[in-house]
C-alpha cells in the first residue's frame, strides 16, 4: 500500500527555520518523481518543488534560495528545509509522487503557520 | 507560466445532474491536463490524467475531454461524494500549474 506522512509543521515566526519530512512507503522515493505543493488557507493549489529521479530539484520563483529539497535513500524520505520564512509561506504543504507529469499519490499534508 | 482559467466559480447542483466543469489554457497544453477533487480537509486525489485517463478506482461517472487549450471534467449524474472542489492541472509546460479550482455544491 502507497502512503505518504508529512510532518514537521508547526508554528514560527517570521525569518525562522522549518524542516518538513516526508516518510514514504509503497515505493521509492529515489527511482521516483518526488513533489511538494503547497496550499495556503482557503486557496488553490501552488507548486512548491519538484525532485526528479537524478536527484535535481526544481524550485518555484517564489521560494527559490529560500527552500531546500533533499532526500534520504536509506529512510525512503523525502525532506523540504525552508528558511527565511514569510507569512506569505503560511500553508498546508503535501508531498506527492509525480508520474506522467501528474501528483498521483498525495500526503495527509502538514500544515506551517508563519506569524510573529 | 501558462494559465489555467476555471469556470465557473461555483456550480449549485442537484444529486443526479450532470455536472460540466471548465478548464481553458492560456497557451496549448496539448492534451497534457489533469483534474483532481479535493474535499475540506482532504489532500487532493487524482481523477482524470492526459485529458480523458481515470486514475485508478475512479468511477465512470466523471470523463474528461478537451486538448489544445480548451478542456472539461464531466460528471454524468452527481452523487453525494462529489460535491468537492475540482482543480485542473496542465504538465505540458514543466513543472505544470493549477487552476484556481471550482466549487460543486449542493443546490
Known amino acids: 500500500e502507497v502512503q505518504l506522512v508529512e510532518s514537521g509543521g508547526g508554528l514560527i515566526q517570521p525569518g525562522g527555520s522549518l524542516r518538513l519530512s516526508c516518510a514514504v512507503s509503497?515505493?521509492?522515493?529515489?527511482?521516483?518523481?518526488m513533489s511538494w505543493v503547497r496550499q495556503a488557507p482557503g486557496q488553490g493549489l501552488e507548486w512548491v518543488s519538484v525532485?526528479?529521479?537524478?536527484?535535481?530539484?526544481h524550485c518555484a520563483d517564489s521560494v527559490k534560495g529560500r527552500f531546500t529539497v533533499s532526500r534520504d535513500s536509506s529512510k525512503n524520505m523525502l525532506y523540504l528545509q525552508m528558511d527565511s520564512l514569510r507569512a506569505e509561506d503560511t500553508a498546508v504543504y503535501y508531498c506527492?509522487?509525480?508520474?506522467?507529469?501528474?501528483?498521483?499519490?498525495w500526503g495527509q499534508g502538514t500544515l506551517v503557520t508563519v506569524s510573529s | 507560466e501558462i494559465v489555467l482559467t476555471q469556470s465557473p466559480a461555483t456550480l449549485s447542483l442537484s444529486p443526479g445532474e450532470r455536472a460540466t466543469l471548465s478548464c481553458r489554457a492560456s497557451?496549448?497544453?496539448?492534451?497534457?491536463l489533469a483534474w483532481y477533487q479535493q474535499k475540506p480537509g482532504q489532500a487532493p486525489r487524482l481523477l482524470i490524467y492526459?485529458?480523458?485517463n481515470r486514475a485508478t478506482g475512479i468511477p465512470a461517472r466523471f470523463s474528461g475531454s478537451g486538448s489544445g487549450t480548451d478542456f472539461t471534467l464531466t460528471i454524468s449524474s452527481l452523487e453525494p461524494e462529489d460535491f468537492a472542489v475540482y482543480y485542473c492541472?496542465?504538465?505540458?509546460?514543466?513543472?505544470?500549474?493549477f487552476g484556481q479550482g471550482t466549487k460543486v455544491e449542493i443546490k
Open positions: 506527492a509522487r509525480i508520474i506522467r507529469g501528474h501528483p498521483d499519490y
Open positions: 492541472q496542465q504538465r505540458n509546460n514543466w513543472p505544470g500549474t
Open positions: 525532485t526528479y529521479a537524478d536527484g535535481n530539484t
Open positions: 509503497g515505493f521509492t522515493v529515489a527511482t521516483n518523481y
Open positions: 492526459d485529458t480523458f
Open positions: 497557451q496549448s497544453v496539448s492534451s497534457y
